[in-house]
């Protein structure tokens, strides 16, 4: 699984879903060919921007931009999601947004990214008070 996708995958779960990091860092370690206990603590860490050099919590990936920059005519998702294979290259990202999307059994979207963003940067707010509550600074 290339770095980016782990990435992206890592970011969707905390920060789309509100998961905590540990389920996925549990899920790669029973699954990734190439698991390492460091290198996979700390990559979901550092996505879920709770590691030490962790990247800023409200970094939040998104997902559908994330597959159109790095993927522009869908060959990747064409080629591990074969439900999504009839789509062009912009469609394919956002099988939501056109009327054959869910064609092949695709399943439906279960959230919605801009609402999950905001939530989660809320979420930082909430802690970020609870924490200046606490420590008084
Ligand atoms: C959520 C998450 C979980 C990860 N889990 C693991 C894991 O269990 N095992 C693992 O080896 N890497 C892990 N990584 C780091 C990185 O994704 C992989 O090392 C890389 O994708 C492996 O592909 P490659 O061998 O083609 O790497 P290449 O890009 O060819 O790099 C060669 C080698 O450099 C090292 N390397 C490259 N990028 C990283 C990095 N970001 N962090 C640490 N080492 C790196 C690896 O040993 C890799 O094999 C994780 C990253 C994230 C975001």
């Known amino acids: 699984m290339h770095n980016r996708t782990r990435m992206v995958v890592a970011s969707f779960l905390v920060k789309d879903l509100h998961l905590e990091w ?26 879920a921007g709770c590691g030490t050099d962790a990247s800023p919590y409200y970094r939040v990936f998104n997902p559908i931009e994330q ?22 290259g912009i469609e394919i990202h956002e099988p939501w947004s056109v009327l054959d999307g869910y064609l092949k059994d695709y399943p439906q979207q279960i959230v919605n990214h801009a609402v999950e963003r905001i939530e989660s940067l809320a979420r930082l707010e909430e802690i970020k008070m609870a924490k200046k509550e606490f420590t008084g600074k």
Request: aromatic share 16%.
């Open 22 to 47: 540990q389920l996925g860092e549990r899920f790669f370690r029973e699954h990734l060919v190439d698991y390492d206990v460091a290198s996979n603590a700390h990559g979901w860490q550092w996505t």
């Open 67 to 88: 597959g159109k920059r790095f993927d522009e005519n869908g060959d990747y998702v064409r080629k591990y999601v074969p439900e999504l294979a009839h789509l062009n």
